[in-house]
């Protein structure tokens, strides 16, 4: 398994801002993902964090909205732009992948947009 | 493609009764499924998962699910439900690539009376 953290842990935002959260693992992954769960919801995936490379979007995401880096196999931030209350949700993080049977979620992240 | 039905989203039952939370499935190639959990306020917690051998699977605080292939369905149950169990459950699957991708039912709310 994987130990898995997440900075903030919650916050609130004024529309038009961005916020960036961070997303820590305590080893090395191939894999790491971003997932949103909108109020009563459940969990979307919003992209692929590939390293080294731009992340891979789902439909209905783009990277002008939530722009990802990974600078290496333990880090990752996702950055919510222009936000608006549309945006409020938990955003998730985890990690899995190949030779990982299961993916291991992070805390979530909080956010509520007035 | 992949989905994942959770009938019920809303399940109430009383302290010492059976929980049975129904999840059916639908992937063109063997899935791997998986049971989590989300306390309030909290991320994601595999309770347990099938990828391949047994159909019975047993997992934490109690759990089990059976994959049935001729239903297409990784039902979770518990035979004694305790109080302590009231939380969110989603079933999900994945397609076994190299992806890791995961997708999820909508949830299921579960309730424990005393």
């Known amino acids: 398994s994987a130990v898995i953290s997440q900075k903030p842990s919650r916050d609130i935002c004024q529309r038009g801002t961005s916020l960036t959260i961070q997303c820590q693992v305590d080893s090395q992954v191939t894999m790491m993902f971003w997932y949103r769960q909108q109020p009563g919801q459940s969990l979307t995936l919003i992209a692929t964090?590939?390293?080294?490379?731009?992340?891979?979007?789902e439909s209905g995401f783009v990277i002008d909205k939530f722009p990802i880096s990974r600078p290496n196999l333990t880090f990752s931030t996702l950055t919510v732009s222009n936000m608006s209350p549309e945006d409020s949700s938990i955003y998730l993080c985890s990690v899995g992948g190949l030779g990982w049977e299961t993916q291991y979620f992070g805390p979530g992240t909080r956010l509520l947009v007035l | 493609a992949q989905s994942v039905t959770q009938l019920g989203s809303h399940v109430s039952v009383s302290e010492g009764a059976l929980v049975l939370l129904r999840c059916n499935y639908s992937s063109s190639v063997p899935p791997y499924l998986f049971w989590y959990v989300q306390y309030p306020n909290q991320g994601l917690q595999l309770l347990l998962k099938y990828t391949t051998g047994a159909t019975l699977v047993k997992g934490i605080n109690g759990f089990e699910a059976e994959f049935k292939k001729s239903e297409t369905s990784f039902h979770l149950t518990k035979p004694s439900a305790h109080m302590s169990d009231a939380a969110e459950y989603f079933c999900?699957?994945?397609?076994?690539?190299?992806?890791?991708?995961?997708?999820f039912g909508q949830g299921t709310t579960l309730q424990v009376k005393p």
């Open positions: 964090a590939n390293q080294g490379s731009e992340a891979t979007y």
């Open positions: 999900a699957v994945s397609d076994n690539s190299n992806t890791g991708k995961l997708i």
